[in-house]
């Protein structure tokens, strides 16, 4: 059984570039979350993903937008970066249904953004 | 939507004693309440959890209460070794308009003292 893995582990950006995070799940996982956690603080819920569609968004812009494909894993896109944007995104997968997230959240070790 | 509160932000204990973390949550239909510890650098990672069923799940030296009605669950840790040292985090799983999603609380940074 594979654990969920994220890639790039640490990248940096300027502010008003694009980013794309990448996510695979955990073996036999459905739903996929995004969850941004700034230094010093708990995650936020960005969104969720269940089939393919999205099911779930906390409170963040438009310009973060993702994708889960047919085998589960995912992407996190920020367009238009800002410097607030710089923090650890974390993926975190499950076994879900389609109303929402019904099982344990297993996390990934994230992805740090830092936005210049 | 949901809120969690989490207290206190930092706790220091010697090794050997006791550390408690509480937690209050807003949403009345959340029903589940996990936490994780996450070290220096690595992904959080469940220690324990509870449903709204139950009032209260032990195992081995960590356990965690519920009070539905006052709307906290707490977190207690017996016998602290200073393995123990990281932050904890709190859960509520609430329902938003697309379905159950988690909230977590800011973190409690627990520094065990050898």
């Known amino acids: 059984e594979t654990g969920v893995t994220q890639s790039p582990t640490h990248l940096i950006k300027t502010r008003g570039q694009q980013v794309t995070l990448r996510c695979s799940s955990q073996?036999?996982?459905?739903?996929v979350s995004w969850y941004q956690q700034a230094l010093g603080q708990g995650p936020q819920f960005i969104f969720q993903?269940?089939?393919?569609?999205?099911?779930g968004r906390g409170n963040f812009p438009p310009r973060f937008s993702g994708l889960q494909f047919p085998n589960y894993s995912s992407e996190l896109n920020v367009n238009a970066l800002e410097l607030d944007d710089s923090a650890l995104y974390l993926c975190a997968s499950s076994l879900g249904g389609a109303g929402g997230n019904t099982g344990e959240l297993f996390f990934g070790e994230g992805s740090r953004l830092t936005v210049l | 939507g949901e809120n969690v509160e989490q207290h206190p932000s930092t706790l220091s204990v010697q090794e050997g004693d006791s550390a408690v973390i509480k937690c209050t949550y807003s949403d009345s239909a959340s029903n589940y309440f996990p936490w994780y510890k996450q070290e220096l650098g690595k992904r959080p990672q469940l220690i324990i959890d509870?449903?709204?069923?139950?009032g209260e799940k032990k195992d081995q030296r960590i356990a965690v209460t519920l009070n539905k009605t006052a709307k906290h669950f707490s977190l207690h840790i017996t016998e602290t070794q200073p393995e123990d040292s990281a932050v904890y985090f709190c859960?509520?799983?609430?329902?938003?308009?697309?379905?159950?999603?988690?909230?977590f609380g800011p973190g409690t940074r627990l520094s065990v003292l050898p």
């Open positions: 073996s036999g996982h459905n739903t």
């Open positions: 993903y269940y089939r393919e569609e999205e099911n």
């Open positions: 509870i449903r709204s069923n139950v």
């Open positions: 859960a509520a799983r609430s329902r938003d308009n697309y379905g159950q999603n988690f909230v």
